[in-house]
């Protein structure tokens, strides 16, 4: 135990959070049912990990829908897929001892028996608050390094424009392109979040994309056009955005947020034009295509945390039970900084 | 004047082909007017061209249209912006000697008084036939050797499809694909191009799009997804190749000529989500933007002509007047290869 890591408990049951029903878009806490199962035996080459920070990720939505996704579907019935950051508290695989830590697949429960496989990052003693290796060193810090070294080709003076700047994945990205040089132009949904991107993220402009003249908004932050923009949401927002894009821009899209149902499939203006005529490169992202790169990027996102660059917000529930209503909180956008939840 | 230049008069006045009104969608030949102007003096840096091949090109819709585009509209009463090779017959600028051959921004007339900037390639002495220096090794030839180079990244065993495969473009990009070890599927718009895809360019599959189950033809074509897709036509035949895209995929956007006006702007279906989840990366390619590429890409396909790996067809209209109908014809794909106005 360090000064990172809380005091936790080992609970004598595992405690699951369970998918119960085909969610309708976004998961509601009604799709989840609670479970109270023994702790699971593990096989050779397999390790128990006691969950401490569960993750609370905009791609779970997928992961729960029957909706074809880079990641098959959650059976119902099944413990909730999620991501999570634990202890392994015994091993039979020698590789992954008791008292290291793992950063993996191990669902929203107390414990889980996983194999090398289920995870992806793993440390002998954590160097920062344990629940930072679920975000900022996680899939959040994770996302925005990788995408941006390899699509964002932030140059000095470009315009980078973030959807969901203030969340998780979008706070990193705009600091990560104001350090590479850009003019970081981000979008949220209120007031008090863009006082926050200004004045706590150090963004250059910040829009609410609630209002009723946003391409006016954004063709003013950007009178010479986006070089970037960085997208987690899709929907009406990105068609007014292609239609700002300078030429040679580029476009990472990491999230389609905004799209509350992809059945029946929904209608937007035509875009091919615009890529074609703005020369544009539009790229999507999923970090799990990456792994090789975890380790790399994760010193990056360490360095530039020693030297102050990278400010980042958890939002941690402290009751397990409130898994089952956290992609509601989530979508709601009502939290504030990457949401976790605490199991221990 | 070598065996690959037909002969040719200098007519004492230079027929033009004007914009005569804004076309609604695909220039119409009443789009246009004639007139007969007398030939230009050249002034100091100057050449005078005598165009001998007048270059039908889809792009000239979006140049005779007032819609935003990659260039600026031309303008009503002007000459039609066109492609051409010539001669240079008295010249004023010493890099640009008379009896050199050039390919540039000469438009549909006889006569153009030219600076260094119009040109796009110039040679002292053509190595095949003058009019293959306006497709073959024109814009045709450079796109899609430019435009794999650059996008493409095809790798031996990819399946590769090709819209518009039979055009002039798109039936290089099959050849090049071909011999970079892809299997190559083409759609075309006739039972009779298909045949001549598979007997002639050598492709592996060719679909006519007219057919009722076009998606279950693609989806057979492709078994295991489209690695790339080619696509000069845009529309609905573009979203569902991104529906049979597989992960990692390439597209390179050339043409949107399948849709007949961008004005009121045409509804799809949303893609955003298909980018994302298939991991796409989604390129606009305008070979003008290549300009420093152009040399070493024409000897690039010199060679492989010389090794008779590339089948090109030239369609040659015989009389000047018949430039102002040429965009009908394109567009109504009745041509049979590169369409090109003889003016000698």
């Known amino acids: 135990m360090t000064a990172f890591v809380p005091t936790y408990d080992l609970p004598s049951v595992n405690r699951q959070i369970l998918l119960g029903r085909r969610p ?10 609670r479970r109270e199962a023994s702790i699971p035996e593990i096989a050779h080459g397999q390790f128990l990990v006691r969950n401490l920070y569960l993750s609370v990720d905009p791609a779970q939505r997928g992961w729960a829908s029957d909706v074809s996704n880079y990641s098959t579907a959650v059976q119902i019935g099944d413990v909730m897929r999620a991501l999570a950051v634990g202890a392994i508290v015994d091993s039979k695989n020698p590789a992954f001892p008791a008292g290291a830590y793992v950063y993996g697949w191990f669902g929203w429960q107390d414990y889980a028996a996983a194999s090398a496989n289920d995870v992806l990052t793993a440390f002998a003693a954590p160097v920062a608050p344990l629940s930072a290796y679920a975000g900022l060193f996680g899939i959040n810090g994770l996302t925005a390094d990788i995408s941006l070294s390899r699509y964002g ?45 200004l004045d706590v993220y150090g963004l250059d402009r910040a829009l609410n994309y609630h209002v009723p003249d946003l391409d006016e908004g954004i063709a003013a932050a950007a009178p010479e056009g986006v070089n970037l923009f960085f997208d987690s949401t899709g929907g009406p927002v990105l068609d007014m955005v292609l239609r700002r894009m300078a030429v040679a821009g580029r476009l990472i899209q990491c999230g389609t947020a905004s799209i509350a149902s992809w ?53 941690i529930l402290q009751d397990f039970g409130q898994s089952a209503g956290a992609l509601e909180l989530l979508y709601s956008g009502r939290n504030e900084g990457k949401l976790l939840v605490w199991t221990g």
């Not at 309708?24 to 049912?33: C, Q, R, S, T, V």
């Not at 990560?176 to 979040?193: I, W």
């Not at 992202?285 to 090789?292: G, T």
Request: proline share 5%; with cysteine; hydrophobic share 45%.
């Open 263 to 315: 059945s029946p499939l929904p209608l937007g203006p035509r875009n091919e034009r615009e890529i074609l005529t703005r020369r544009l490169s539009w790229n999507g992202f999923v970090v799990f295509d990456h792994l090789s790169e975890f380790n790399a990027a994760i010193s990056r996102l360490q360095h530039r945390m020693a030297a102050g660059q990278l400010h980042f917000e958890e939002h």
């Open 153 to 197: 080709h932030v140059a000095p003076g470009d315009t980078v424009l973030v959807s969901t700047a203030a969340g998780a994945v979008g706070s990193l990205v705009c600091q990560l392109a104001k350090a590479a040089g850009a003019y970081v132009v981000g979008l949220t949904g209120s007031d008090a979040k863009c006082r926050k991107l």
């Open 24 to 33: 309708d878009g976004i998961p509601l806490e009604a799709d989840f049912m």
